[in-house]
């Protein structure tokens, strides 16, 4: 890791981990961990660059917020009634949640999210290398420059966090093949067995018992 770290920064020193001072009053330098980066990409110091890449991160992290949600909402709430392509004759409810909906959602849906994506892609692209994730508008504004400083941290930690969510439950829908509770529960067979006990119950996030095989 050393060799690998050295090769990477060109250095032993400390700032292998800690990276350019220039980039540590950033937002998104938040505790516990502060100024974080093992792979060396701020070492060089360019702006540019790191502008470039924290758009990145906020556009990914705000997709990830809404995929989390979307991944989650139909389970909790339900679908729209009627249909979603009524030329094929394809309804809300007949989408599956989850991974299982990429094979139900038609042709033209896929060219039109496609399309929207290049659309948003190349409207936002003059404001990369201005103010990172600012397209032009906000949800809500801020007088008070920490209260602002706040609300862009939050979002930055929460889109952090939901890139992780999702990667997760993409990993446990397609292991388990489902995304209801019973991917976190497992089959109702083995609830009062040996070794379920409090405070967590039954816990089988990965699976295992989920063909009830005894």
Request: without cysteine; glycine residues 14%.
């Amino acid at each position: 890791a050393m060799f690998f770290q050295n090769g990477v920064t060109g250095t032993t020193g400390p700032e292998m981990w800690l990276g350019k001072a220039a980039f540590e009053n950033e937002l998104g330098v938040q505790s516990p961990v502060g100024f974080w980066d093992p792979v060396g990409f701020t070492a060089d110091g360019d702006v540019a660059a790191f502008k470039r890449r924290r758009t990145v991160e906020l556009k990914h992290g705000r997709i990830s917020m809404l995929a989390a949600m979307g991944f989650m909402t139909p389970e909790i709430t339900g679908k729209f009634p009627g249909y979603l392509s009524p030329s094929a004759g394809l309804k809300f409810a007949d989408v599956p949640n989850g991974l299982a909906a990429i094979s139900k959602v038609p042709a033209l849906g896929w060219a039109q999210m496609i399309a929207y994506g290049g659309f948003v892609e190349i409207s936002g692209g003059k404001y990369v290398s201005d103010r990172p994730g600012d397209y032009g508008w906000r949800a809500s504004t801020k007088a008070d420059p920490e209260e602002n400083k706040r609300s862009l941290q939050s979002e930055l930690a929460n889109g952090r966090l939901a890139m992780t969510a999702i990667m997760a439950m993409f990993f446990q829908n397609g292991v388990t093949g489902t995304t209801g509770p019973e991917m976190w529960l497992g089959k109702a067979a083995f609830e009062n067995e040996l070794g379920v006990q409090s405070p967590v119950g039954f816990w089988d996030p990965v699976g295992f018992t989920a063909d009830g095989d005894v």
